[in-house]
């Protein structure tokens, strides 16, 4: 660390002599400036025009929407950026490839659940299925040529900080074979993971026992037949509200184990959905309207999207808005259980709002639960045998299939070691509880960050805008790197602590911390709870730019303006506008030709003769 407080990245430091000749352009250069630091250190001028943008490489794990998203940020951005997403999958999709259950879909509407700037006018219905999401990021990826960035069958086993070089170094396998490894490099290391992507069997003594197949919803297996079959489905959550409605009439008889209590409400947006938030096909007519009236469809999105961001509302305790939503969904759910109001009493919450958990929309769940070949089981799972389920009554259920919608892993931690300066290990860091600045990046782990990461603003809403504001936040990152010499950040322990502080003051205030088990709080009852302190609005305007004085920084020279370099600015170079401060021409950023002859009645005749 120099007398600045900076650092001199030592693989640039000796470059700093070399000369960029400008084509066409001739420079009188000056003899180099040396300036003596406090440390004796020489500080020499770069003779490059100033935020001459140095070429960055960058590796994202995944290609789920977020990796996919973000790739197509770096295509439009004007950085010299060189880019690789590592994808574990045969397939992009993420999330929409590796769900296949029966049922699965969005609950938010479809035309909410895209890319702002690939809305689609092929949706064919108001909630779309799992396959039509990925159908959907397959058409963008192909026609966006995004596949040039993404490598599929490779599977991230490690990422290694070198603070010499000031890179990721990081390792990956290829295809399933466990020695095929290659290694890879990169300035800056983008975790797009995704927390809902490690699936995980239940921990239930006996599992391996049960002589059936065994299905876990992120993991299903469709050759497995159904029909006619003894089938008992652990779980309540929202892949259990999906599957259960769409085996029950194909299956003989289904028993389902509900361990806790939870809300089941209609999908995001019901206003807009069908009767009482049911789905429904668009007409011919809506989808005219929506491939030919791009403004009609803009608003269309817009009505529905600001109407999911008043959500939030609901999730503060002692709201009228949350009074309401609960009153509203033990109606909606007791009318659903008439038949059956036994099953009311046992899952409608008692002592957590709507909300606290994520809603489990449940389209035909609980008429399904009220079917004739249906029965919930509230006893505790004692055990798995060979034949089925033994509960804690001592009775023993039998299936000829299990089915397990028992949901993820959700510590948050990599599934590979992530290790950052001074051979911090991140599980190890995140053991017992994850903690981020903003949900983006971790101290002492330079230049890492994170889609998708602990503390962000999930608990209402579409996912996908949340990831597209990302993105464009780590361009933002990526510029100043590139463009003012930063060769790595890494946030404050002190702005991470007072992010810790305000988050635990905030949140009691909000359903969250109401005792559900959720992901929310790493599939606890009573832990920390990994939401962002505020509306998704609110995390959108935080966002907006880096906050760069939370972040600890080092850069190519010992001097922080180092970039400002041989004291002309690219631009004096690259045949862009000189005056683009007064307005362009024509929106144009080129410096336009303007003759002498189209000022005549401006100029004094002498001087242009
Ligand atoms: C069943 C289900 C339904 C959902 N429904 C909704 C919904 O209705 N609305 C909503 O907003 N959100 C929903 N979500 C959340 C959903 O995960 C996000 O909306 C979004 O798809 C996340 O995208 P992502 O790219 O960040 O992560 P993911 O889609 O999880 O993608 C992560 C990618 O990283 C890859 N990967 C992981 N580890 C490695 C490794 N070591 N090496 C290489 N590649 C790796 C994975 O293979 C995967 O392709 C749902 C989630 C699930 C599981
Ligand atoms: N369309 C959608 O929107 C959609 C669909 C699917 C998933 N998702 C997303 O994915 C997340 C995860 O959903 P998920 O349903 O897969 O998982 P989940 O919400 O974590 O639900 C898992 C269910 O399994 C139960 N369970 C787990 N271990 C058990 C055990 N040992 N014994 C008995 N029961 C056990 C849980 O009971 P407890 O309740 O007691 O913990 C819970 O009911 C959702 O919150 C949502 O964000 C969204």
């Known amino acids: 660390m120099g007398s600045l407080g900076v650092t001199v990245d030592p693989v640039r430091a000796d470059k700093l002599h070399e000369v960029k000749p400008i084509s066409g352009i001739h420079i009188q250069v000056k003899p180099t400036d040396l300036v003596e630091d406090a440390n004796k250190s020489a500080y020499k001028i770069i003779e490059e025009p100033s935020r001459a943008r140095r070429r960055l490489r960058i590796l994202c794990v995944g290609a789920g929407a977020s990796a996919i998203n973000f790739a197509h940020e770096v295509q439009e951005s004007d950085l010299d950026l060189d880019l690789v997403c590592y994808e574990k999958n045969p397939s992009i999709g993420g999330t929409w490839y590796e769900n296949r259950y029966p049922g699965c879909g969005c609950d938010i509407p479809s035309v909410n659940y895209q890319l702002s700037w690939a809305p689609s006018a092929e949706w064919s219905s108001f909630y779309s299925s799992a396959s039509e999401i990925l159908a959907y990021f397959q058409n963008i990826v192909d026609k966006h040529g995004l596949m040039r960035y993404i490598k599929l069958s490779h599977r991230v086993v490690g990422a290694f900080w070198n603070e010499e070089e000031k890179m990721w170094h990081v390792k990956i396998q290829r295809g399933e074979d466990p020695n095929d490894i290659i290694e890879d490099k990169a300035h800056v290391f983008v975790n797009a993971t995704g927390v809902l992507n490690k699936w995980?069997?239940?921990?239930?003594?006996?599992?391996?026992?049960?002589?059936?197949?065994?299905?876990?919803?992120?993991?299903?297996?469709?050759?497995?037949?159904?029909?006619?079959?003894?089938?008992?489905?652990?779980?309540?959550?929202?892949?259990?509200?999906?599957?259960?409605?769409?085996?029950?009439?194909?299956?003989?008889?289904?028993?389902?184990?509900?361990?806790?209590?939870?809300?089941?409400?209609?999908?995001?947006?019901?206003?807009?959905?069908?009767?009482?938030?049911?789905?429904?096909?668009?007409?011919?007519?809506?989808?005219?309207?929506?491939?030919?009236?791009?403004?009609?469809?803009?608003?269309?999105?817009?009505?529905?999207?600001?109407?999911?961001?008043?959500?939030?509302?609901?999730?503060?305790?002692?709201?009228?808005?949350?009074?309401?939503?609960?009153?509203?969904?033990?109606?909606?759910?007791?009318?659903?259980?008439?038949?059956?109001?036994?099953?009311?009493?046992?899952?409608?919450?008692?002592?957590?709002?709507?909300?606290?958990?994520?809603?489990?929309?449940?389209?035909?769940?609980?008429?399904?639960?009220?079917?004739?070949?249906?029965?919930?089981?509230?006893?505790?799972?004692?055990?798995?045998?060979?034949?089925?389920?033994?509960?804690?009554?001592?009775?023993?259920?039998?299936?000829?299939?299990?089915?397990?919608?028992?949901?993820?892993?959700?510590?948050?931690?990599?599934?590979?070691?992530?290790?950052?300066?001074?051979?911090?290990?991140?599980?190890?860091?995140?053991?017992?509880?994850?903690?981020?600045?903003?949900?983006?990046?971790?101290?002492?782990?330079?230049?890492?960050?994170?889609?998708?990461?602990?503390?962000?603003?999930?608990?209402?809403?579409?996912?996908?805008?949340?990831?597209?504001?990302?993105?464009?936040?780590?361009?933002?990152?990526?510029?100043?790197?590139?463009?003012?010499?930063?060769?790595?950040?890494?946030?404050?322990?002190?702005?991470?602590?007072?992010?810790?502080?305000?988050?635990r003051q905030f949140l009691p205030r909000t359903a969250w911390s109401s005792p559900c088990r959720s992901w929310f709080k790493q599939g606890t009852v009573d832990g920390e709870i990994m939401m962002w302190p505020g509306s998704r609005i609110h995390f959108f305007e935080t966002m907006q730019n880096p906050r760069w004085e939370d972040y600890n920084l080092s850069y190519t020279t010992s001097n922080r303006f180092g970039y400002f370099g041989n004291g002309f600015a690219a631009r004096e170079f690259s045949g862009q506008d000189l005056s683009w401060y007064l307005g362009t021409l024509e929106g144009d950023d080129t410096q336009p030709e303007l003759p002498d002859e189209d000022f005549l009645e401006f100029m004094v005749q002498s001087h242009i003769e």
Not at 314 to 328: P, T, W, Y
Not at 375 to 384: A, G
Request: hydrophobic fraction near 35%; charged fraction near 25%.
């Open 200 to 503: 995980k069997w239940p921990a239930i003594k006996g599992r391996e026992l049960f002589r059936g197949p065994m299905l876990h919803s992120a993991n299903w297996d469709s050759s497995i037949d159904l029909k006619g079959k003894k089938v008992g489905v652990i779980g309540s959550g929202s892949s259990a509200v999906q599957i259960v409605p769409n085996i029950q009439p194909i299956v003989g008889k289904m028993e389902c184990f509900i361990r806790s209590a939870g809300w089941v409400t209609a999908g995001f947006g019901q206003r807009f959905a069908g009767k009482n938030g049911s789905n429904f096909k668009y007409s011919e007519n809506q989808k005219r309207i929506l491939a030919t009236d791009p403004q009609k469809y803009l608003a269309y999105r817009k009505k529905i999207e600001s109407e999911l961001n008043s959500r939030f509302r609901f999730i503060l305790n002692g709201s009228q808005e949350q009074q309401d939503a609960r009153i509203f969904a033990e109606k909606e759910m007791r009318r659903k259980l008439t038949s059956k109001p036994e099953i009311a009493d046992l899952i409608i919450p008692k002592n957590f709002a709507v909300g606290c958990r994520r809603p489990t929309p449940g389209n035909g769940y609980l008429e399904a639960l009220c079917e004739e070949n249906v029965t919930v089981v509230s006893e505790s799972i004692q055990e798995i045998t060979s034949k089925g389920i033994l509960t804690t009554d001592g009775v023993e259920h039998e299936f000829d299939v299990l089915v397990c919608a028992t949901g993820f892993d959700v510590s948050w931690k990599p599934a590979y070691p992530t290790i950052g300066r001074d051979q911090k290990s991140l599980s190890d860091e995140w053991d017992g509880q994850p903690s981020t600045y903003l949900s983006i990046t971790v101290p002492h782990f330079p230049n890492y960050l994170i889609f998708n990461g602990p503390y962000g603003p999930y608990g209402h809403g579409s996912f996908l805008p949340i990831t597209e504001l990302l993105a464009k936040h780590f361009i933002k990152v990526l510029d100043k790197m590139s463009s003012e010499g930063v060769t790595s950040f890494d946030p404050k322990q002190e702005a991470v602590n007072d992010f810790i502080q305000h988050r």
